[in-house]
C-alpha cells in the first residue's frame, strides 16, 4: 500500500489558484477529496481554472472560485468569509505572489509596495484571518509558498527578495505560538518553476542584461545541479504532504525544491 494522506473531507483555500503552482496545488487537493476555493483576481481564468478542476476525479467535494484582489485587506476578508460560509472550516495554502525583476536603481518605490503588500502582507492576512476558526477546532495546516530569494538573494530581484526574506522570518516566529493549538504551519521555496510567472520573469531578466529569453532560461537551467526546472505538479506533492498527518511533527520547516540550487547550510 502506498502512503495514505487521508486528507478527504477537509477544506482549503488556495490563494493564486487560477494559474502556476497554485493552481497545481488546487487540482491536486481535489484529487485527494479536499473542497477546494481557489482565490485570484482574473474571473475569467479563475472560472476556467475551477471547471478544469471540476472535472477531475472527485469524491463529492467541491470547488469555490473567488475573484479578490489579495493585495488589499477586503480581497483577504472576502476570500475568507466566502469560504468559510461555503465551507464551514478552512486550512490554508498561501501562494499568490507576483514580483517584479529590475535592475535596482530602475525599479520604483511602488514596485516594491506591490510586492509586500501582495505577498507579505496578504500571506500574514490571511493567515491572522483564518487562525481563530483553527484555534477552536484545534487543527490547522498552513504552506506558505515563499521562494529561494529570500536566503539567496539577487540585486535584480529585490523587491521578490526582501519579501520572501520577510516570510520565513514569519513563518519561522508564528510557528511556536501556533503550535501550542495543533497549528502547523510551513514554508515551500520552489527554485525556477515552469509556470507563466517563471516565463515573465525570464522575460524581465533578458531585458535587463540585453540577452534573449532563451539564453536566460539555458543559464536557468545550467545552474541548476539537477539540470532541470521544477514542475508545479512537484510543489503540489510536498505541498500534500506538509498538511497531511504524515507530517505531524512538522512546523515552522522551510522545505527548498529547487534541484540543489542552493545547498546552504
Ligand atoms: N515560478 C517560479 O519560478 C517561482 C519560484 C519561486 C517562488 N515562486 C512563488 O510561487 C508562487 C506562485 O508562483 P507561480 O509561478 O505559480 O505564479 P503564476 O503562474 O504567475 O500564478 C500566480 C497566481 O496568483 C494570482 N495573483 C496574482 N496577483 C494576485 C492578486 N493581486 N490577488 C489575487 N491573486 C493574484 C494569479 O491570478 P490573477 O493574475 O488572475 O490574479 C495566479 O492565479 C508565488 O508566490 C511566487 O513568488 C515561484
Do not use: C
Not at 472527485?58 to 493585495?71: E, M
Not at 505560538?177 to 509556470?195: D, F, K, M, V
Amino acid at each position: 500500500m502506498g502512503l495514505e494522506l487521508n486528507l478527504a473531507g477537509k477544506t482549503a483555500i488556495v490563494t493564486g489558484g487560477s494559474a502556476g503552482i497554485g493552481f497545481a496545488i488546487a487540482k491536486a487537493l481535489y484529487r485527494e477529496g479536499v473542497s477546494v476555493a481557489i482565490a485570484a483576481r482574473n474571473p475569467e481564468r479563475l472560472e476556467q481554472a475551477a471547471q478544469a478542476i471540476r472535472e477531475l476525479p472527485n469524491q463529492g467535494n467541491q470547488v469555490l472560485a473567488i475573484s479578490a484582489d489579495l493585495s488589499q485587506a477586503e480581497g483577504v476578508d472576502t476570500v475568507v468569509s466566502k469560504t468559510l460560509a461555503t465551507f464551514g472550516q478552512i486550512d490554508i495554502f498561501n501562494n499568490a505572489g507576483s514580483a517584479q525583476a529590475g535592475t535596482f536603481l530602475e525599479l520604483e518605490d511602488q514596485t516594491f509596495v506591490d510586492a509586500w503588500n501582495l505577498k507579505l502582507l496578504g500571506y500574514i492576512r490571511l493567515v491572522k484571518a483564518v487562525i481563530p476558526d483553527q484555534i477552536q477546532r484545534r487543527d490547522g495546516r498552513i504552506v506558505n509558498i515563499i521562494g529561494g530569494a529570500g536566503r539567496t538573494p539577487r540585486s535584480s530581484f529585490l523587491p521578490g527578495g526582501t519579501t520572501n526574506a520577510a516570510l520565513l522570518n514569519f513563518t519561522r516566529g508564528i510557528a511556536k505560538e501556533l503550535a501550542q493549538h495543533n497549528i502547523r504551519i510551513n514554508a515551500i521555496s520552489p527554485g525556477a518553476t515552469a509556470t507563466e510567472r517563471g516565463d515573465r520573469l525570464a522575460e524581465q531578466n533578458a531585458q535587463i542584461r540585453g540577452v534573449s529569453v532563451a539564453e536566460i532560461k539555458a543559464e536557468t537551467v545550467k545552474s541548476i545541479p539537477l539540470g532541470k526546472v521544477a514542475q508545479p505538479e512537484e510543489i503540489a506533492n510536498l505541498a500534500l504532504f506538509l498538511v497531511s498527518d504524515l507530517a505531524a511533527s512538522i512546523t515552522g520547516a522551510e522545505i527548498l525544491v529547487d534541484g540543489g540550487t542552493t545547498p546552504g547550510v
